[in-house]
């Protein structure tokens, strides 16, 4: 069985110096870990916050893009680029870990189809249309109050898109503009790194009647990882969120100059105290799991940690080399062997041949 992990903000940390070939102490993410937890390949996630104007939210995702590429000619006896499932199938025959890449946040793509076709031509398989603010192509779960759904470009990106074989991410995106996709798009669409909005009542998860849609559309969901998303009790404590406060502010300072020493080691020392929160863990990212696998089916279900964008991990899972603790539980709860390598990574791989054609 191997793991496929719909979305990590690993090239975020490789613009902050990270060395991915590297087991790094306090990494969610690198190369020695993702072959140590039996991941076969991972969604290298390109993220934009939602702030900057285009121009340089375009030279950012292509800063991080060069980045990623950089890593993988540093390591070829570790990863290799995938495009497709065939190209994965090419790196398993040679040991390597497979990259695919992802845009987080459709801004970089401003409102040009030319700059959406470019991006595919250099790799990119999915854009989540948006982050944690409305842009050019459509609402957010953040704010959803500029287009009610999708915008006019974002009706024709959507339709380049799916020409394309190029996945629609609506993890972020706001209800009306998740309805306008699962009504427009011709292609089935998915939702990289979201949970369910009836287990957890966060704006970014997934209602019942949601999962039920990706489903019928032959979509898929990846269980995010967050602590927020999975259960309302993180952070329910004052203390909590305030050392959570905290952590916001050392990671930013470390984000502004991520060579300077004295931010590294204090960002590493928050990492460990932020661990010292009561935060959920496997039982309730696999409680995700068996919920939208009863609404959206089993066939249409996998895991979208995102790590190493999140500011804290789960309880236990502290890294993705500790991924296979998942399907461990999994096992435990009643799934045969085959459901678990579908949830693990399968399906991923299913709904990206679907979606290329």
């Given at each position: 069985?191997?793991?496929?992990?719909?979305?990590?903000?690993?090239?975020?940390?490789?613009?902050?110096?990270?060395?991915?070939?590297?087991?790094?102490?306090?990494?969610?993410?690198?190369?020695?870990?993702?072959?140590?937890g039996?991941?076969?390949?991972?969604?290298?996630?390109?993220?934009?916050?939602?702030?900057?104007?285009?121009?340089?939210?375009?030279?950012?995702?292509?800063?991080?893009?060069?980045?990623?590429?950089?890593?993988?000619?540093?390591?070829?006896?570790?990863?290799?680029?995938?495009?497709?499932?065939?190209?994965?199938?090419?790196?398993?025959?040679?040991?390597?870990?497979?990259?695919?890449?992802?845009?987080?946040?459709?801004?970089?793509?401003?409102?040009?189809?030319?700059?959406?076709?470019l991006?595919?031509?250099?790799?990119?398989?999915?854009?989540?249309?948006?982050?944690?603010?409305?842009?050019?192509?459509?609402?957010?779960?953040?704010?959803?109050?500029?287009?009610?759904?999708l915008?006019?470009?974002?009706?024709?990106?959507?339709?380049?898109?799916?020409?394309?074989?190029?996945?629609?991410?609506?993890?972020?995106?706001?209800?009306?503009?998740?309805?306008?996709?699962?009504?427009?798009?011709?292609?089935?669409?998915?939702a990289?790194?979201?949970?369910?909005?009836?287990?957890?009542?966060?704006?970014?998860?997934?209602?019942?009647?949601?999962?039920?849609?990706?489903?019928?559309?032959?979509?898929?969901?990846?269980?995010?990882?967050?602590?927020?998303?999975?259960?309302?009790?993180?952070?329910?404590?004052?203390?909590?969120?305030?050392?959570?406060?905290?952590?916001?502010?050392v990671?930013?300072?470390?984000?502004?100059?991520?060579?300077?020493?004295?931010?590294?080691?204090a960002?590493?020392?928050?990492?460990?105290?932020?661990?010292?929160?009561?935060?959920?863990?496997?039982?309730?990212?696999?409680?995700?799991?068996?919920?939208?696998?009863?609404?959206?089916?089993?066939?249409?279900?996998?895991i979208?940690?995102?790590?190493?964008?999140?500011?804290?991990?789960?309880?236990?899972?502290?890294?993705?080399?500790?991924?296979?603790?998942?399907?461990?539980?999994?096992?435990?709860?009643?799934?045969?062997?085959?459901?678990?390598?579908?949830?693990?990574?399968?399906?991923?791989?299913?709904?990206?041949?679907?979606?290329?054609?």
């Open positions: 069985m191997e793991i496929f992990d719909s979305h990590v903000d690993t090239p975020s940390q490789l613009i902050r110096l990270r060395d991915p070939g590297i087991d790094n102490g306090y990494g969610h993410v690198d190369f020695p870990k993702l072959r140590r039996g991941v076969g390949g991972s969604f290298f996630a390109l993220y934009t916050p939602a702030e900057m104007e285009p121009d340089a939210a375009t030279r950012y995702a292509l800063e991080m893009l060069s980045a990623v590429y950089d890593s993988i000619d540093k390591y070829p006896d570790m990863v290799s680029l995938a495009r497709s499932p065939e190209e994965v199938a090419k790196n398993r025959e040679n040991g390597l870990v497979s990259i695919f890449l992802g845009m987080e946040n459709g801004s970089p793509i401003q409102e040009s189809l030319s700059l959406l076709r991006f595919f031509r250099m790799g990119i398989r999915y854009v989540t249309l948006t982050h944690n603010g409305d842009n050019a192509l459509a609402d957010s779960a953040a704010e959803g109050k500029r287009w009610h759904g915008s006019p470009f974002g009706k024709k990106a959507l339709a380049e898109m799916n020409a394309l074989g190029m996945m629609v991410d609506l993890s972020h995106a706001s209800d009306e503009t998740f309805w306008d996709c699962i009504r427009l798009s011709d292609a089935p669409v998915i990289s790194h979201s949970c369910c909005r009836s287990l957890c009542p966060h704006r970014r998860n997934l209602t019942d009647d949601m999962l039920k849609a990706l489903g019928d559309k032959d979509g898929y969901v990846g269980i995010n990882f967050y602590p927020a998303f999975l259960s309302e009790r993180f952070l329910s404590d004052p203390a909590d969120a305030a050392l959570f406060e905290e952590g916001e502010k990671e930013a300072e470390f984000i502004a100059c991520p060579s300077d020493p004295s931010r590294v080691q960002w590493n020392e928050m990492q460990v105290r932020l661990r010292s929160l009561w935060r959920p863990g496997v039982r309730e990212i696999v409680d995700h799991i068996d919920h939208a696998v009863e609404l959206a089916g089993i066939d249409h279900v996998g979208g940690s995102d790590f190493d964008g999140i500011l804290v991990p789960p309880e236990g899972l502290e890294d993705v080399s500790m991924m296979g603790k998942i399907f461990d539980e999994m096992r435990r709860r009643g799934y045969s062997e085959t459901e678990v390598s579908q949830v693990a990574g399968a399906n991923l791989l299913a709904v990206m041949r679907r979606i290329q054609g």
